[in-house]
């Protein structure tokens, strides 16, 4: 009897050794999103119960990231994507660079402001002055300045003071030149002042007295002339032209002067010449009458009027 006890109980361990227990009762595993599966079969323990292995866990979800993309996992967000951050936009480069940034929860291309760095549209400012968001339109608009005939924008508001093709002038902007802006250094016109234009008078004409000509300041002024006016110092100088001399006020030529030409000179059609001597005979020349050298040739360099007298 008692042997028969102990082979019962030495056989139900020998079963319980070489049979295989029943699922396992470990918990199921957990995956980053999906579920895990059951858990294993455990083996068969000393007492015929095993003990379940623990489950694998899932493949993990999609968020935005995929399991691998060989770029650290992120999925590149292009322009109008939702976004998080800067780095999430496929066209980000760095902050202030060209190209894409995360602006308001949008990926969205970036803008270049005044000083030449990018921010998103709404951020950037077309000049120190403006508002954010700006740059939609140019600062000379923004600033109503630089256009043709507007006042030149201040180094805050837009740099260049003037639009593409304008030029700035006296501190406003122009397609012509200064003296067209001002209306002065042209013919008859005042000459420019010095916040103005530079030279006073455009190319080819001179100032006189405050005025611009082609000619001289006798002409410009109408002084100086036989006859006429002598200048006053503001107009020219000397204040009478040529060979004439002022008398009482105008000028005129040595026929009506109180005293008339030097010793060694004579007043010939109201001009003063040397006296006429012609040691070796004369020569008719045009209007004039000329001496000859002493080889018979003319002198042109000792000819007076035919007309002479005092």
Request: charged letters at 15%.
């Given at each position: 009897m008692g042997i028969v006890i102990a082979l019962g109980v030495g056989l139900g361990a020998l079963a319980g050794a070489c049979s295989k227990g029943s699922a396992g009762d470990g918990p199921a595993g957990s995956g980053a999103?999906?579920?895990?599966?059951?858990?294993g079969a455990g083996d068969a323990g000393s007492t015929?119960?095993?003990?379940?292995?623990?489950?694998?866990g899932g493949a993990a979800?999609?968020?935005?990231?995929?399991?691998?993309?060989?770029s650290g996992g992120?999925?590149?967000?292009?322009?109008?994507?939702?976004?998080?951050?800067?780095?999430?936009?496929?066209?980000?480069?760095?902050?202030?660079?060209?190209g894409s940034a995360c602006c308001a929860g949008t990926c969205t291309p970036t803008q270049k402001d005044y000083a030449g760095i990018y921010f998103c549209p709404?951020?950037?400012?077309?000049?120190?002055?403006?508002p954010p968001g700006s740059c939609d339109q140019t600062c000379h608009a923004y600033h109503e300045c630089g256009g043709e005939g507007e006042r030149a924008c201040t180094v805050v508001e837009c740099l260049p003071s003037c639009q593409p093709g304008l030029n700035e002038y006296g501190g406003k902007c122009t397609t012509g030149s200064c003296y067209d802006l001002h209306a002065c250094g042209g013919e008859g016109q005042d000459a420019?002042?010095?916040?103005?234009?530079?030279?006073?008078?455009?190319?080819?004409?001179?100032?006189?007295?405050?005025?611009?000509?082609?000619?001289?300041?006798?002409d410009l002024h109408t002084c100086g002339g036989e006859g006429q006016g002598a200048c006053n110092l503001t107009q020219c100088f000397p204040s009478c032209s040529g060979d004439l001399k002022e008398v009482s006020g105008k000028c005129s030529d040595c026929k009506e002067w109180?005293?008339?030409?030097?010793?060694d000179e004579e007043c010939c059609s109201g001009k003063c010449y040397a006296t006429h001597f012609c040691p070796f005979g004369e020569v008719t020349v045009g209007n004039g009458v000329c001496c000859r050298d002493i080889g018979g040739n003319t002198d042109y360099g000792n000819c007076v009027p035919k007309t002479c007298g005092v």
């Open positions: 999103t999906n579920s895990g599966g059951e858990g015929g119960k095993g003990t379940g292995g623990k489950g694998l979800g999609s968020h935005g990231f995929s399991p691998d993309d060989g992120k999925t590149a967000v292009p322009d109008g994507g939702e976004c998080t951050q800067h780095a999430d936009c496929d066209g980000f480069v760095s902050e202030g660079q060209e709404t951020q950037c400012k077309n000049s120190v002055l403006a420019c002042n010095v916040t103005q234009c530079l030279p006073s008078c455009r190319g080819g004409l001179t100032e006189y007295g405050g005025k611009c000509t082609t000619g001289s300041c006798y109180t005293a008339t030409c030097s010793a």
